[in-house]
């Protein structure tokens, strides 16, 4: 399995927009753990973050043409380690079921009832004692992104959302949010 390190030295600023509902807990990968996402099962914490803020954009944005409600937050990733598919699959590195981490894992799960493959991925990675995944965008081409297991409990020296002026904590949840 490739590894990669998240800079010790300097945090790496990544993006996410937020709905009102996760505004008081940016840090919760609770969300993504009500119905499962591309790299968790249901019942995971896993934090999805772009490493720009247009990609950000265009994951929160998804198939839905009209966006409900959001914040655009910076947070800051540091010393994580992470299991880096951010160049895709390549068959001299990676265990062969990984070669389906494009997969529409919506249409197997929710179309099939059949358990993505990226699930397995997960899986691997957290067995591994690695931190998340780095993968690239199919909501932007060109776009990367990373998914935090257990992001909820990390220390603020491996991951923190910059809100100096405590506004997240502020925004009230609309109703159905």
Same mark, same amino acid.
């Given at each position: 399995?490739?590894?990669?390190?998240?800079?010790?030295?300097?945090?790496?600023?990544?993006?996410?927009?937020?709905? $009102?509902?996760?505004?008081?807990?940016?840090?919760?990968?609770?969300?993504?753990?009500?119905?499962? +996402?591309?790299?968790?099962?249901? +019942?995971?914490?896993?934090?999805?973050?772009?490493?720009?803020?247009?990609?950000?954009?265009?994951?929160?944005?998804?198939?839905?043409?009209?966006?409900?409600?959001?914040?655009?937050?910076?947070?800051?990733?540091?010393?994580?380690?992470?299991?880096?598919? +951010?160049?895709?699959?390549? $068959?001299?590195?990676?265990?062969?079921?990984?070669?389906?981490?494009?997969?529409?894992?919506?249409?197997?799960?929710?179309?099939?009832?059949?358990?993505?493959?990226?699930?397995?991925?997960?899986?691997?990675?957290?067995?591994?004692?690695?931190?998340?995944?780095?993968?690239?965008?199919?909501?932007?081409?060109?776009?990367?992104?990373?998914?935090?297991?257990?992001?909820?409990?990390?220390?603020?020296?491996?991951?923190?959302?910059?809100?100096?002026?405590?506004?997240?904590?502020?925004?009230?949840?609309?109703?159905?949010?």
């Amino acid at each position: 399995m490739i590894l990669a390190s998240l800079s010790q030295d300097e945090p790496l600023a990544c993006y996410r927009v937020i709905s $009102p509902a996760y505004a008081g807990m940016p840090l919760s990968g609770m969300g993504a753990a009500r119905r499962g +996402g591309r790299f968790n099962r249901p +019942g995971q914490e896993a934090l999805y973050l772009s490493m720009d803020e247009v990609t950000a954009l265009a994951e929160y944005k998804q198939d839905n043409p009209w966006l409900p409600p959001g914040t655009i937050c910076t947070f800051f990733a540091q010393g994580l380690r992470v299991a880096d598919l +951010g160049a895709g699959f390549d $068959p001299e590195r990676w265990p062969r079921l990984w070669a389906d981490f494009a997969v529409d894992w919506r249409a197997e799960w929710f179309g099939k009832s059949i358990e993505p493959p990226t699930w397995y991925m997960a899986d691997d990675v957290v067995a591994a004692g690695l931190d998340g995944i780095v993968f690239p965008s199919q909501a932007r081409p060109g776009g990367t992104n990373l998914v935090v297991y257990g992001s909820s409990s990390r220390p603020a020296s491996q991951m923190r959302v910059y809100d100096p002026a405590g506004v997240l904590s502020r925004i009230t949840p609309s109703p159905g949010s």
